[in-house]
């Protein structure tokens, strides 16, 4: 998987000082939905394997079109601080993660992005 932005954009639900109302077509019922892609810290492998065959592996970011589906930063530096291991198989040939960039406080559970 190579990474198609780097940068976590402004109003990125991870963010701490973020408002939910000012996310481009915001939708709470699909930001719900999203919690399928949060890895469960007591998963065996049969979960892992789920997750990278699973369609929703990885949360869109705001900005994604039908055409074009962006990744999450603010996601991304969670899953990968939180040890979501399909993540981790998926990103490992990536040459951009390197290049995350992180733009101030994150929130640190996906329960906490759904709170405004």
Not at 50 to 69: E, F, R, W
Not at 107 to 113: K, N, P, Y
């Amino acid at each position: 998987m190579q990474l198609i932005q780097t940068k976590q954009c402004a109003n990125c639900p991870w963010k701490l000082d973020r408002n939910l109302s000012k996310i481009p077509g915001y939708s709470r019922e699909n930001h719900q939905a999203l919690n399928e892609t949060i890895a469960n810290p007591h998963s065996d492998i049969s979960d892992v394997f789920h997750q990278l065959t699973s369609p929703k592996v990885a949360m869109g970011c705001h900005y994604s079109t039908d055409d074009k589906l962006l990744e999450c930063v603010g996601w991304i530096y969670n899953q990968l601080r939180n040890n979501n291991l399909a993540l981790r198989l998926v990103l490992m040939r990536s040459d951009q993660i390197n290049n995350l960039e992180i733009d101030g406080a994150q929130r640190e559970t996906f329960a906490e992005t759904l709170k405004d």
